[in-house]
């Protein structure tokens, strides 16, 4: 993160001796991107961090992929997604679409989850409903209705929920942030950010945690591993730096508005590696005394749009079927906008009461397994009120 956090104990110097009430050392942690040139944080153990006492690899059950072929707008039901009795965040995500820059998959949890890693790139998770705790090598965060949540590559942790936890989950491969645009050259939010470092939270004490044989599952670049560790990870005294798991709640996002439509840059919340998510959040609409308020069609050139409907009433899709829960995949090559009538019914409207998640990936997404049970198979010809020929 750009901002730099400081938790528990850490000695005056970075590098030097750093030793127990006991006397003995603590150990020393870097959890750096970028080899040594970027962001970082300096982590005290009082264990070492390298003591693992077993390693197994674990079958990855996610299932495959398919291309979204024949190429078709296509909208998912988050609900009708099914998830047994105590299943987690972790191992009981079901993958609805994923690339070679990132997976996206839903998870209903209700069972705190393995202690887990994910040591192929950063984590985003949106909470649609629910509230839980993630408990992190860093410390804990509590995340609830509307949050975001930016977890470190190579960050252990563990998601605990409040009775049931509604999560949308990307898994990139590289880093997650806020757009270049929104800081300085030190890494300091600009006056255009529509969010800034008051809005966020991050792990504010240590968890320290006592066990033997403690098992990790992680995930890297050619599967699963579980990891036995000789005492539990969740051992940190104090940390320091600009790397760490962060949070922030998209009510507190600011949208940007004008006297037109505006594009989708302006809704940017993150970017990833080959792709960007954005936040559609209530706000006043245009004031052009001749605007159209809901979006003209167009063109997804150079991307594939994926967007998840979390609160409100979006306008621009009324009488598609799109409701709360709904997902709407709008492939490049494929024009889309708003459904018929639409844009006649929005003309005078100065709000809209909507919120949503978009992501934009400039490499199609393919379709995960989970998806086909969900899919309203009736969607692509909603423009036409027509079936498919023939």
């Known amino acids: 993160m ?46 070492l961090p390298t003591a693992i006492v077993d390693a197994v690899a674990v079958p990855d059950e996610r299932g495959g992929l398919t291309p979204n072929h024949p190429l078709k707008p296509r909208a998912y039901r988050s609900q009708d997604l099914k998830f047994g009795d105590g299943a987690d965040a972790v191992t009981d995500r079901r993958r609805l679409f994923g690339n070679n820059d990132v997976t996206i998959a839903f998870a209903k949890a209700t069972a705190p989850s393995p202690l887990y890693r994910n040591a192929a790139g950063d984590e985003l998770f949106y909470v649609q409903g629910g509230s839980g705790t993630v408990e992190t090598i860093y410390g804990a965060l509590t995340v609830g209705d509307g949050d975001y949540l930016v977890i470190p590559t190579s960050c252990t942790y563990r998601v605990v929920p409040d009775g049931e936890l509604t999560l949308l989950i990307l898994e990139a491969r590289g880093h997650i942030g ?67 798991p962060w949070a922030f709640n998209i009510d507190d996002f600011e949208p940007i508005t004008g006297r037109v439509h505006q594009p989708p840059p302006v809704h940017q919340t993150f970017e990833g590696p080959n792709f960007v998510v954005c936040s559609f959040c209530p706000r006043k609409v245009d004031y052009h005394p001749e605007s159209i308020p809901v979006p003209y069609n167009h063109a997804n050139v150079d991307s594939d749009e994926l967007m998840f409907y979390v609160r409100g009433n979006y306008e621009a899709r009324k009488g598609s079927g799109i409701g709360v829960g709904s997902l709407s995949l709008h492939p490049s090559g494929f024009t889309h906008g708003p459904q018929p009538g639409a844009a006649e019914a929005s003309i005078g409207a100065d709000y809209f009461d909507e919120t949503a998640v978009m992501v934009d990936t400039f490499a199609p997404l393919d379709l995960g397994e989970a998806a086909d049970a969900a899919e309203d198979a009736g969607y692509a010809w909603t423009w036409s009120g027509r079936g498919p020929k023939g």
């Open 2 to 47: 750009p901002h730099y956090r400081q938790v528990g104990s850490i000695p005056h110097k970075r590098h030097t001796q750093f030793r127990s009430p006991e006397g003995g050392l603590y150990a020393e942690e870097l959890m750096g991107v970028e080899g040594f040139s970027a962001d970082s944080a300096l982590l005290y153990h009082r264990y």
């Open 178 to 244: 806020p757009p270049k645009r929104y800081l300085s050259a030190k890494g300091q939010f600009l006056e255009h950010s529509p969010y800034c470092e008051r809005d966020l939270r991050g792990p504010t004490e240590p968890i320290l945690a006592e066990g033997t044989d403690v098992d990790v599952l992680v995930r890297h670049r050619a599967g699963l591993t579980r990891y036995t560790y000789a005492n539990h990870p969740f051992d940190v005294v104090g940390w320091d730096g600009c790397l760490y």
